[in-house]
């Protein structure tokens, strides 16, 4: 597919793009080429965080955001992902320090529970089949205990988790704690990275986003490293046309 001779205007903006965001490749070329307003704009948009001289986050901090929300599994933007680990290594992230992003991104899958176990408890009591919730054994309690000591906190949504299925809780317990056991991000920033794929537009999981905000309060996040999380989750929604203006061009220049 070839590409189009541009303006001095559209050189002017793809200079600026790459001056501000440095990086550059066939998506925004064919945005550029498209509507070289909208182009602008998104780069408004995505550079609000990036303007900041000092910005709230450090720049490696930022680009393991940008991975936490490209990777997660209800996004999964793999040229994202590549470009973003490419940067925070750049930007002085080590190796360990994006697999433990990886990591904690990895734990997303949980909240099919986090959801449905309560809404299976709601069902039960309304069918009759449960009237309340049956004491915790001693090996529950040690469960509880744990996940406590190792994450920081407790939340109610894990009640009917820890009745119900202990097997899976305990699985999960040992699966979610590897980075707080082994890795070496801040507190604040594990919590950041949580929020950050709470909040993306690909799963916007409420009570998971509410408990992260108030557990990087409490691990020291300012307000403004939480407004700037917001911020690089925000711009989610151009990957919409970084898949689909090449495929606009492409199949327009076969009419």
């Keep these: 597919m070839t590409t189009t001779e541009l303006t001095d205007e559209q050189e002017a903006l793809k200079a600026e793009f790459v001056r501000v965001r440095g990086t550059w ?12 307003a909208f182009l602008r704009a998104y780069l408004g948009l995505s550079s609000v965080p990036l303007r900041r001289d000092p910005g709230a986050l450090e720049p490696k901090v930022r680009e393991l ?3 936490a929300v490209d990777a997660a599994a209800t996004h999964l933007y793999t040229p994202g992902i590549r470009q973003h680990v ?5 930007a002085g992230a080590t190796p360990a ?12 899958g949980i909240h099919a529970a986090n959801i449905g176990v309560p809404l299976l408890v709601e069902v039960l009591e309304e069918e009759g089949l449960r009237d309340g919730p049956a004491p915790l054994d001693e090996r529950q309690e040690r469960l509880k205990a744990e996940f406590t000591a190792t994450r920081g906190y407790w939340h109610d949504f894990w009640d009917e988790i820890l009745e119900l299925d202990p097997d899976l809780f305990e699985a999960y317990v040992a699966f979610s704690s590897v980075p707080w056991h082994t890795g070496t991000l801040e507190a604040k920033v594990k919590e950041l990275v949580y929020c950050a794929f709470d909040a993306s ?5 409420v009570p998971g986003l509410k408990l992260h905000l108030r557990n990087a309060l409490h ?4 307000v ?14 151009i990957h919409a046309a970084t898949v689909g203006a090449p495929i606009l061009a492409e199949v327009a220049s076969t009419r």
């Design 219 to 222: 691990q020291g996040a300012s």
């Design 65 to 67: 955001l940008f991975i």
């Design 224 to 237: 403004a490293e939480i407004l700037e999380m917001f911020e690089i989750a925000s711009v989610v929604g």
């Design 86 to 90: 490419a940067a925070a290594l750049d």
């Design 25 to 36: 490749g066939e998506p925004w070329q064919r945005m550029l080429e498209l509507d070289p």
């Design 97 to 108: 320090e994006v697999m433990e992003v990886l990591e904690l991104t990895s734990t997303l």
């Design 201 to 205: 537009a690909t799963h916007l999981y």
